[in-house]
């Protein structure tokens, strides 16, 4: 059956279910100092999309993590897409801490999950507080990127 809408419909609402990770040249490994999994990791498409119908652009910077905060949660009716939306929250909270907090790096950690590595050696699960700020809104990314970047 060729509903034409319907095909649309499923290609928007697709969603990846995980992150792949190579390490290798070009691809995160030593020779490019883990641009590549930067990279990978920032792309954060679910949110960035969700928040582009609502007039947000995202532009890797602290002040977006204060509008994400500002943003009406509509997401939390949605119980399929909220964990992966709190995923790429959390992601974006990273990309933002890489981007802008000096010594801070992407990292696998020993459960196989992306952490934040800041230059004191605290590791950060920006994954896990995703998740928490959609489901709850509490702390906000804006507050926990200040904390982050103070220490």
């Known amino acids: ?15 990846s279910r995980g992150v792949a990770v190579l390490f290798g040249e070009g691809d995160g490994g030593e020779d490019d100092g883990g641009a590549g999994l930067a990279q990978l990791l920032s792309e954060c498409e679910l949110l960035r999309s969700q928040v582009a119908e609502e ?7 602290a002040a977006s993590l204060e ?9 939390r009716d949605d119980e399929e897409t909220l964990p992966w ?3 790429d929250a959390g992601l974006y909270l990273g990309t ?4 802008t907090v ?3 790096a992407w990292e696998i950690g020993a459960d196989g999950r992306p952490v934040v590595r800041l230059a004191s050696g605290r590791e950060i699960d920006v994954v896990t507080a995703g998740q928490e ?5 509490v702390p906000g990314l ?7 970047s103070e220490t």
């Open 67 to 75: 509008a994400l905060d500002q943003l009406l949660p509509r997401w």
């Open 133 to 137: 700020w959609a489901v709850g809104g």
């Open 102 to 104: 000096p010594g801070a």
């Open 85 to 87: 939306l709190g995923n």
């Open 96 to 99: 933002v801490v890489v981007r």
């Open 1 to 15: 059956m060729g509903i034409p809408f319907l095909g649309r419909w499923r290609k928007r609402r697709e969603v």
């Open 142 to 148: 804006s507050q926990l990127y200040a904390e982050i």
């Open 55 to 61: 007039g947000l652009r995202l532009d890797d910077s």
